[in-house]
């Protein structure tokens, strides 16, 4: 299983929100960011990032949920959510979101 997994689900269909584009960057110390891995979310609204382990520090998951409503023809007010997360140790990490086109709520999963 990969280090880090995430699972959207669509609050106003009810659903999953399949075919959303995901990255996942490292912040390093002089503020840059390294991009780590990159996918979409399969039919289900899940998918797993990254290596088998990330080095401990702090890591930023970008969800592109303005593509995501425009090709269902729904206006949003966030284009992109970004979730911003430290880890600390070699556990597995899940960042879910519950997702609508003008809020949205995260957590830390299991």
């Known amino acids: 299983m990969s280090h880090l997994t995430t699972h959207i689900l669509d609050a106003t269909a009810g659903a999953p929100a399949p ?17 780590v891995a990159d996918g979409f979310t399969d039919a289900d609204g899940r998918l797993a990032l990254g290596p088998d382990e990330l080095e401990p520090g702090m890591y930023a998951i970008t969800f592109a949920t303005g593509a995501y409503f425009a090709d269902r023809g729904v206006e949003t007010f ?11 140790d070699s556990r597995h990490y899940h960042v879910p979101i519950l997702l609508s086109p003008f809020g949205y709520s995260t957590y830390r999963g299991s």
């Open 78 to 88: 966030y284009p992109l959510v970004t979730v911003t997360f430290t880890v600390a």
């Open 19 to 35: 075919n959303v584009a995901v990255t996942l960057h490292r912040h390093r110390e002089d503020g840059t960011l390294d991009a």
